[in-house]
Each structure stands twice: as structure tokens, then as C-alpha cells.
């Protein structure tokens, strides 16, 4: 059975940092890519990060460029969402996901993910 297990989502005021973390039981890592996704209230999830162990690819929402940090520990099989400078915009609940999309146009699509986590929630104060 796979499961993802995201945590490390809170409360911080705007500037502040958070790390996310999404932990894999049943797959490994290395073998899928993995995105976090975000929703925010009355609006569609949107996709944020990703990245492929495989073949070295990570890839990022222009939204949160410059600002967010995506890596992998494959011993852990987790994966990290480093995110600093936070904005209000941010707050969300923040879903990690494993899938194979294979061009950039799938990237960000839900449909290109198979295995979903819980989710977990950012909030960013002003």
C-alpha cells in the first residue's frame, strides 16, 4: 500500500520560513516524481514544486521561485519543501503527491499523480 504522510505545515507570519516534509512508505522516492501541490479556499489546487531523482529534474510554480526549496533524502524516502520569505498568498494546505509526468506541460496537472498525502496547512499572517 502507498501512503505519503506530509507534516511540518503551522503558523507564521509573513517573511518567516516553514520546512514541509512528505514521507513515502510502499514506493521509493528515487523511482517517481514527486510534486507538492496548494490549495486555498475557494480556489483549485495548484502546483508548486516537483522533482525527479531519476533524471535531476526539479521545477517550480513562477509564484514561488527564488522563495521555495524542493530536495530529497532517498535514505528517509522523503521529500522536503523548504519555504522562506512566506506570504500571505501562501496559506494553504499543502498536498504532496507521486506520479510520472513525463513533459512540462503534465507537470502541474492533478491528473499526472496517482498517490496522494493528507495534506497540511500553512497559514502565513500579515
Known amino acids: 500500500e502507498v501512503q505519503l504522510q506530509a507534516s511540518g505545515g503551522g503558523l507564521v507570519q509573513a517573511g518567516g520560513s516553514l520546512r514541509l516534509s512528505c514521507t513515502a512508505s510502499?514506493?521509493?522516492?528515487?523511482?517517481?516524481?514527486l510534486g507538492w501541490f496548494r490549495q486555498a479556499p475557494g480556489r483549485k489546487r495548484e502546483g508548486v514544486s516537483l522533482?525527479?531523482?531519476?533524471?535531476?529534474?526539479?521545477y517550480y510554480a513562477d509564484s514561488v521561485k527564488g522563495r521555495f526549496t524542493i530536495s530529497s533524502d532517498n535514505v528517509k524516502n522523503t521529500v522536503y519543501l523548504q519555504m522562506n520569505n512566506l506570504k500571505p498568498e501562501d496559506t494553504a494546505v499543502y498536498y504532496c503527491a507521486s506520479g510520472d509526468p513525463q513533459v512540462s506541460g503534465a507537470y502541474f496537472l492533478t491528473e499526472s499523480y496517482d498517490y496522494w498525502g493528507q495534506g497540511t496547512l500553512v497559514t502565513v499572517s500579515s
Open positions: 522533482i525527479s531523482n531519476s533524471d535531476g529534474r526539479t
Open positions: 510502499g514506493i521509493a522516492v528515487d523511482d517517481y516524481v
